[in-house]
């Protein structure tokens, strides 16, 4: 299992940035796929799903609105678009694959988007 995660970096509050995280090595279209994100002294938390057709996507209240999560599963990538980014938004995004019938995970191994003037 590999994950290619990539469009991190760093961008002046309010702009935009799309993170993609590329899959390889198990069935992508069986997986649910998830955003995470991980700020400096703080937890992981949950900001963005979408289930395995991508049909359908919930979203953290802290980002509802600003982001969009999609998939392709024909490229085997999930993408998460940001906009009106805020400083707020600093952190190491992860992408998630879950399969819930046996609850198999896989993690990306995270990218780093900052938001600074």
């Known amino acids: 299992v590999e994950f290619v995660e990539s469009g991190g970096g760093m961008v002046q509050p309010g702009g935009s940035l799309r993170l993609s995280c590329s899959a390889s090595?198990?069935?992508?279209?069986?997986?649910?796929m998830s955003w995470y994100r991980q700020a400096p002294g703080k937890e992981r938390e949950w900001i963005a799903l979408?289930?395995?057709?991508?049909?359908?996507?919930d979203y953290a209240d802290s980002v509802r609105g600003r982001f969009t999560i999609s998939r392709d599963n024909i490229k085997s990538t999930v993408y998460l678009q940001m906009d009106d980014l805020k400083s707020e938004d600093t952190a190491v995004y992860y992408c998630?694959?879950?399969?819930?019938?046996?609850?198999?995970?896989?993690w990306g191994k995270g990218i780093r988007v900052t938001v600074s003037s």
């Open positions: 979408t289930n395995s057709t991508g049909e359908y996507t």
């Open positions: 998630r694959a879950l399969r819930l019938s046996d609850v198999t995970v896989y």
């Open positions: 090595g198990f069935t992508f279209s069986a997986f649910a």
